[in-house]
């Protein structure tokens, strides 16, 4: 983005002059492309008593069964894809109730799709309904993994029967980040049960049987592709004119940070686009100055989505005359805050949110300007008046202090050291006066009082006896 405009002000601060000019700023970009996670599907199948009933064309464990069975076949030809089968309710039958009843029948490996299509061939409902402790169980079925994306799909004909809260287990193990917002295929059930599940993850109702290899299909859609989003970083106009400043993205339930990018404009000059999960919520952080915070995004699942923040700027150059204060740090805060939004280096240009801002210049004496306004696409400069170097020499060692003088009454800026019999001190143009009395003089009758005019770049030694 171009900077175009202007400011020209000058600012009389007692004993020094501040002056504003004009300037520009360029920010260098980066980029780098992670590699591709692994998406790991670990169904979750109910294989309670109830999963014997009949569905239509037959029982409702054989219609899962095959389209499950169906579903195997086309994931295993996928790269960058593993699976595991849980199963409830397929140990212990009922009555009596055994909310222990599930259990991890193939885990997670490379190459497993058979021993998956094997179990599932000859599952028999015979139990309950634990779906509580059974998800609560998944959290120990994904091995440790850097770069994996953890998917549950459960498939029920029923609502949880061990007295257990799925919605607690299910938001516990989002938060910890151990896996995604799971997908729940409701068969045959009642559309009441919908608010049950939608607490859980995300929920989806096959009516009858013709429609649950539909839903099962979105659901593995979902599940396994990404999708595209653009982050437009509006100006004060509402315009996406922004850009050149980094951006995390964060996993809103566990906190994890999952993207850091750079944002940019592709070569037709609109945001660049980017692939983010579509399964996960977001919280993005903007790092301007101040930071731009967005929560609680959720994108479009299959549709490219447009990310919207507002983050007006200007830029802030502080600059420095002459050749001194070459490693000086400007405190820079928002205006009438205390907290240091940043420490910005003399000479250098940083952008900052539209607003006004408090500067603190720890020179000497320091310098306080309150209320600088940045404006959009403005650049404003700050020049620090050059200082100019007084010289104590002492006869000996001795304690003293230089003060300025404001309304009437003396104000401290500087204690001599009491170790040196000579110091070299930087002081903004002004007039000052320093008191002084020698170490070894035990009578304050021998005090020195010396009033001195210090000028922009001159040079001048002052004797203290």
Request: aromatic fraction near 8%.
């Amino acid at each position: 983005m171009a900077l175009r405009k202007k400011i020209s002000v000058f600012l009389f601060m007692g004993i020094g002059m501040i002056f504003l000019l004009e300037t520009s700023a360029q920010i260098p970009l980066t980029s780098e492309k992670p590699a591709p996670p692994t998406t790991r599907i670990l169904f979750l199948l109910d294989c309670s008593q109830s999963m014997n009933g009949y569905w239509d064309s037959d029982r409702k464990i054989n219609i899962a069964r095959k389209f499950l069975i169906h579903t195997i076949d086309s994931l295993e030809q996928l790269d960058h894809i593993q699976m595991a089968l849980r199963v409830y309710g397929h140990q212990s039958p009922v009555p009596p109730q055994d909310c222990s009843d599930t259990r991890l029948e193939v885990p997670f490996a490379e190459g497993n799709a058979p021993k998956i299509r094997q179990k599932l061939r000859y599952l028999t409902p015979k139990g309950t309904t634990p779906i509580a402790n059974s998800l609560a169980a998944c959290g120990k079925d994904f091995p440790r993994c850097d770069n994996c994306r953890n998917v549950i799909i459960l498939i029920t004909d029923g609502i949880e029967a061990c007295d257990g809260d799925p919605c607690a287990v299910s938001t516990d193990l989002q938060k910890k980040g151990i896996y995604l917002k799971p997908f729940i295929i409701g068969i045959g059930l009642d559309p009441s049960f919908t608010k049950t599940f939608e607490c859980v993850g995300r929920y989806y109702n096959a009516n009858e049987e013709s429609s649950f290899k539909d839903v099962l299909g979105v659901v593995i859609t979902e599940a396994i592709n990404s999708t595209t989003a653009q982050v437009n970083l509006l100006d004060q106009d509402g315009n996406p004119s922004e850009t050149n400043v980094n951006m995390t993205f964060y996993n809103y339930a566990s906190g994890k940070v999952l993207h850091n990018y750079i944002h940019t404009f592709n070569n037709r000059g609109n945001p660049d686009t980017i692939n983010l999960d579509p399964l996960i919520e977001y919280k993005l952080i903007i790092h301007t100055l101040p930071q731009v915070v967005v929560d609680k995004i959720s994108l479009a699942r299959g549709k490219h989505s447009i990310i919207a923040a507002d983050v007006p700027q200007g830029v802030l150059k502080i600059n420095n005359r002459g050749n001194r204060y070459l490693d000086l740090h400007v405190i820079v805060r928002k205006h009438n805050e205390m907290n240091t939004l940043n420490m910005q280096k003399i000479n250098a240009e940083e952008k900052y949110l539209i607003g006004k801002y408090d500067l603190e210049i720890p020179v000497l004496p320091r310098i306080f300007v309150n209320g600088i306004d940045i404006k959009q696409s403005t650049t404003t400069n700050i020049t620090l008046t050059s200082p100019g170097v007084i010289t104590l020499l002492m006869s000996n060692p001795g304690f003293g202090s230089i003060y300025v003088e404001r309304d009437k009454e003396l104000e401290w800026i500087y204690n001599i050291s009491s170790d040196l019999k000579h110091e070299t001190i930087e002081l903004q143009p002004g007039n000052y006066k320093i008191v002084f009395r020698p170490k070894y003089a035990k009578r304050s009758f021998y005090t020195t009082i010396k009033n001195i005019s210090v000028r922009s770049g001159s040079s001048q030694s002052v004797k203290l006896f």
